[in-house]
């Protein structure tokens, strides 16, 4: 091989590359995953399925609306025609708009609509689920459960991340037996984002369809930690609203502009809200019609406050 200098080589050098060893080993640079990812340690969970893309279009009679019926079925969006769901159930501890369910059939309950969920998620579609853990006698955690069934459901698990809600004001005094190991009692400033995938990690890309989202949030919204406020019930109306900040970072992180963002548990709008911010469109159920018509009002002001133009149609 000759090179520009004039000097003969008799072989070409390439850096090899590292493979998967013992923790602590620091090589990353062309770094083969395959052992691991192959490793018994896989067996028996769910597997990326590389599958043809079909994307759907919903009728614009049901676009940008809010439903109030229950999201365990949703007849009017199609099979693969939402690009991401980002949602908080109801928590079943006797909210008003809660069932007095047993840990069992609240599951089952969740289960259904993860299921009608991932019908009307295209493929590599996300899901974006905020959950607190709940009780001390003894904890319940619900994020684990909700993994469980999930991954019962075939989806790909991508991650989880700690909402630290630290910077809220009032934090919680109930910490059991003060200072005394009789019976001191953890006090959760966080919650979890747990985010999983349709059939494949990776969503194909279409050459029409535009990111949003900046440098410096990109750089901040990957990171597994995210510290920002909780929202006062009393501010929103409604028991348990999170910050538009929540959807609207899973929103830039994993749609493109145009695309629909779907929330079957909608409460007071704010997936909406973020989705207008973030000129996306919105499906959004919810079984109060009290909570309906809150959502509907308060996304009717921040439309007009936003003064945003119409969003295009597919």
Same mark, same amino acid.
């Given at each position: ?167 809220? #004001? +009032?934090?919680? %005094? !109930? ?12 006090? @959760? *400033?966080? /919650? ?74 909608? #409460? +007071?709008?704010? %997936? !909406? ?12 159920? @919810? *079984?109060? /019609? ?25």
């Amino acid at each position: 091989m000759i090179f520009g200098g004039g000097i003969k080589m008799g072989y070409n050098r390439r850096k090899a590359g590292t493979k998967t060893s013992a923790f602590g080993s620091p090589g990353r640079i062309n770094h083969d995953s395959t052992p691991f990812y192959t490793s018994r340690l896989y067996e028996g969970l769910p597997k990326e399925e590389p599958v043809k893309y079909v994307e759907n279009s919903i009728p614009s009679e049901f676009l940008d609306k809010v439903f109030c019926k229950t999201s365990e079925k949703m007849e009017e969006l199609p099979d693969n025609s939402v690009q991401l769901m980002v949602t908080s159930p109801p928590y079943n501890v006797g909210k008003e708009y809660d069932e007095n369910l047993t840990l069992n059939e609240y599951r089952a309950f969740l289960k259904r609509v993860w299921s009608e969920v991932k019908r009307v998620l295209v493929p590599g579609g996300r899901v974006c689920i905020n959950i607190a853990n709940l009780g001390r006698k003894p904890y319940i955690p619900l994020h684990a459960f909700i993994v469980e069934d999930m991954l019962d459901l075939d989806f790909l698990m991508r991650g989880e991340i700690i909402w630290n809600k630290a910077s809220s #004001g +009032s934090p919680s %005094t !109930a910490w059991g037996t003060w200072q005394s190991a009789k019976n001191p009692t953890l006090r @959760d *400033i966080h /919650e979890y984002i747990l985010i999983f995938s349709k059939d494949m990690f990776t969503r194909k890309y279409l050459p029409d369809r535009k990111s949003t989202i900046s440098k410096e949030e990109f750089l901040e919204f990957t990171k597994s930690v995210w510290i920002f406020a909780a929202e006062p019930a009393t501010k929103i109306g409604h028991p348990a609203p999170f910050p538009v900040e929540l959807p609207y970072r899973l929103i830039q992180l994993y749609t493109f502009e145009g695309e629909v963002v779907l929330d079957p548990f909608i #409460g +007071s709008g704010q %997936t !909406a809200i973020a989705a207008i911010k973030t000129r996306r469109h919105y499906v959004g159920y @919810d *079984i109060n /019609e009290e909570y309906v018509k809150l959502a509907e009002r308060r996304i009717r002001e921040f439309s007009l406050t936003f003064n945003a133009p119409k969003l295009f149609e597919f």
